[in-house]
T-cell receptor, first 114, second 109 residues
Framework: IAGITQAPTSQILAAGRRMTLRCTQD?????MYWYRQDLGLGLRLIHY???????GKGEVPDGYSVSRANTDDFPLTLASAVPSQTSVYFC?????????????FGPGTRLTVL | GQNIDQPTEMTATEGAIVQINCTYQ??????LFWYQQHAGEAPTFLSY??LDGLEEKGRFSSFLSRSKGYSYLLLKELQMKDSASYLC??????????WGAGTKLIIKP
């Protein structure tokens, strides 16, 4: 693994179904993030984690949950998908501390909820 | 509320120079980022400014004025591969990134 990976690449899901988007990084970054990107809108933060064992809510957390059992993995779960959750989902990670600590992004998951 | 403004779309000619502006109003400021995003791909980091002034990195430069809540990204010697969206983001007092909607840059031969 080099960097940050996401699975699946794309998914079509029936409304009401449960879905987990996977994210794994090998850069030993403390912080990880989940964003959604919709046409005409900026990236919006769903949930984040500053270190293993802790998570926080972002701008649009409703309908989503996350866990951070270890440094590398940060799955995002949609408990009961709705059509408004149709979007492209990006996972990102960054170091914490002095410096720019820019975020590195995974390739994204394109999710369609019907 | 927090707000990042940048033009929706710009067009420029191959070989020319283009300046993409970004204005922001955020709760706190801990740096401003520019990212490039090609269609269907993930954003990739271009530049970071935390102090006023110009940061140059090859064909790309980024400028920041904290007192004016303003930044720009300057792209020189434009190439067709520079056709992409350019995202401006500000790290706020909670150390979270607030993102603009992005500027789609179209390069014409």
């Amino acid at each position: 693994i080099a960097g940050i990976t996401q699975a699946p690449t794309s998914q079509i899901l029936a409304a009401g179904r449960r879905m987990t988007l996977r994210c794994t990084q090998d850069m030993r970054h403390n912080a990880m993030y989940w964003y959604r990107q919709d046409l005409g809108l900026g990236l919006r933060l769903i949930h984040y984690s500053n270190t293993a064992g802790t998570t926080g809510k972002g701008e649009v957390p409703d309908g989503y949950s996350v866990s951070r059992a270890n440094t590398d993995d940060f799955p995002l779960t949609l408990a009961s998908a709705v059509p408004s959750q149709t979007s492209v989902y990006f996972c990102a990670s960054s170091a914490i501390g002095e410096g720019s600590n820019e975020q590195f992004f995974g390739p994204g998951t394109r999710l369609t909820v019907l | 509320g927090q707000n990042i403004d940048q033009p929706t779309e710009m067009t420029a000619t191959e070989g020319a120079i283009v300046q993409i502006n970004c204005t922001y109003q955020t709760s706190g400021f801990n740096g401003l980022f520019w990212y490039q995003q090609h269609a269907g791909e993930a954003p990739t980091f271009l530049s970071y400014n935390v102090l006023d002034g110009l940061e140059e990195k090859g064909r790309f430069s980024s400028f920041l004025s904290r007192s004016k809540g303003y930044s720009y990204l300057l792209l020189k010697e434009l190439q067709m591969k520079d056709s992409a969206s350019y995202l401006c983001a500000v790290r706020d007092s909670n150390y979270q990134l607030i993102w603009g909607a992005g500027t789609k840059l179209i390069i014409k031969p």
